[in-house]
């Protein structure tokens, strides 16, 4: 990759997550120069482990920061899968989950790749925090962007990054409304520094329609409570610890102690578990990537892989036709559309036959599966199940 500045253009990227910051670090290797914009206050690092691997991992390594993913990622773990009593229903041993992924694959905590991809950019790009960007118009020579922070200024290319949520999608393809399919689902995943079980294992507690999980992330924990809402709009319109209390208060193990501790969470991923389905991912001048595009939802486990190999394509086939941006974004799409559908689909396999398994039976399927899960041919069958496999 060349490492001269600005011959290639101007860039803003909006949104400094996975999505946002590997497009920063891929433009800026292709002779971009590259103003980063980020609407929280300082760097966003929490999260719970993701299995990071297949496009995601193959562009890290283009991206020159796989060892340092490597040093960062965890021990697999056991994971005990408990039901609605916290009786344990099954052990899902480490090398199972392993086996399951069928290619190289980091266990790792989701806020590691974005603190790795922050260092990697080394101070040479610079990263606005507390700004985004409230105003885009674009014409054949460049976009006119007006940012929050009052300033007005003219790029060759916007990268909107903003996730699931983006406001660039907003201000240029239209209203969220038209692109976002929710699965009638919420999500809540916080990080806590005392594990709030104490037994030292992963745990999973499952019944119909939620799911409760705690994770050790190193020194730290993360708490996740996913649960398919009767209400959606009345669950969004109520804070957090109101409607997660709704939801799980009649269950025993340490789920009192956790909806205690809800109650005192500062900062938490919270929201419907939803896709971002678009015809075209860029018009004009301003191209979407990560979530903002084709956010697959929570279920494929899939989303940051997905961002880092989305964004360095995106790098490669703009270093491919310089002065060619639409052939550039034609060729992008025409690669990574199939990639990030088949996620979709996987997403929404994995969400009934994993995550929220959608009866009784589902749920002792789903425990029988883990409990021969091992050799050849179950963790075949358990990927085909669960809709695991990294698209080509
Ligand atoms: C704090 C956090 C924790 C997460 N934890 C998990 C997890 O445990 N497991 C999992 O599977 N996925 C998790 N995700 C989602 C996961 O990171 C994404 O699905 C995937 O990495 C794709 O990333 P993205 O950069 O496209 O979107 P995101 O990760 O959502 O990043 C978007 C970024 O854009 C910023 N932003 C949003 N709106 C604006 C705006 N208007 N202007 C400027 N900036 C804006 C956001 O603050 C954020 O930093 C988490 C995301 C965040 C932000």
């Not at 590997?22 to 993701?50: D, F, M, N, Q, Y």
């Not at 880092?308 to 025409?334: F, I, K, S």
């Amino acid at each position: 990759m060349s490492t001269q500045r600005r011959e290639a253009g101007r860039a803003l990227v909006v949104g400094a997550g996975v999505a946002g910051l590997s497009t920063a670090l891929r433009l800026h290797r292709g002779g971009w120069e590259v103003l980063v914009v980020e609407k929280a206050p300082g760097s966003r690092s929490g999260g719970t482990w993701i299995s990071f691997r297949g496009v995601g991992y193959q562009a890290a390594g283009r991206l020159g920061i796989l060892p340092q993913l490597v040093e960062a990622q965890l021990p697999w773990e056991d994971i005990h899968m408990l039901d609605t009593a916290g009786r344990l229903r099954v052990v899902w041993p480490a090398a199972a989950q392993l086996a399951l992924m069928n290619e190289p694959t980091l266990h790792i905590p989701r806020g590691k790749i974005a603190d790795i991809l922050l260092d990697a950019l080394n101070g040479e790009v610079k990263v606005e925090y507390g700004t985004t960007v409230s105003g885009i118009a674009q014409d054949a020579g460049g976009v006119d962007c007006v940012l929050s922070n009052g300033v007005r200024e003219r790029f060759d290319l916007v990268v909107g990054a903003d996730g699931v949520n983006s406001v660039v999608r907003e201000l240029v393809f239209g209203p969220e409304a038209e692109f976002r399919a929710d699965f009638g689902d919420l999500l809540a995943l916080y990080n806590v520094e005392r594990n709030p079980v104490d037994t030292g294992v992963e745990h999973l507690m499952s019944g119909v329609g939620r799911m409760v999980a705690v994770s050790r992330l190193g020194d730290s924990f993360s708490v996740l409570f996913l649960w398919t809402s009767t209400d959606l709009r009345s669950d969004l319109a109520t804070d957090l610890s109101t409607s997660v209390r709704r939801r799980f208060e009649d269950l025993g193990w340490a789920v009192p102690a956790l909806l205690k501790e809800v109650e005192a969470v500062s900062s938490a991923y919270y929201g419907p578990v939803s896709q971002v389905k678009m015809d075209t991912w860029s018009q004009g001048r301003v191209v979407l990537v990560g979530d903002a595009a084709w956010c697959t939802g929570f279920y494929a486990g899939y989303g940051a892989s997905l961002a880092v190999g989305g964004a360095v394509l995106l790098g490669d086939v703009l270093e491919r036709h310089p002065g060619d941006l639409a052939g550039a974004l034609r060729e992008w799409e025409a690669g990574f559309r199939p990639v990030a559908l088949k996620v979709q689909a996987q997403a929404r396999r994995g969400r009934g036959s994993f995550f929220l398994p959608p009866s009784e039976f589902a749920i002792t399927l789903r425990t029988i599966f883990l409990r021969i899960a091992g050799n050849a041919v179950t963790t075949r069958l358990l990927r085909l199940f669960m809709g695991v496999r990294s698209p080509k």
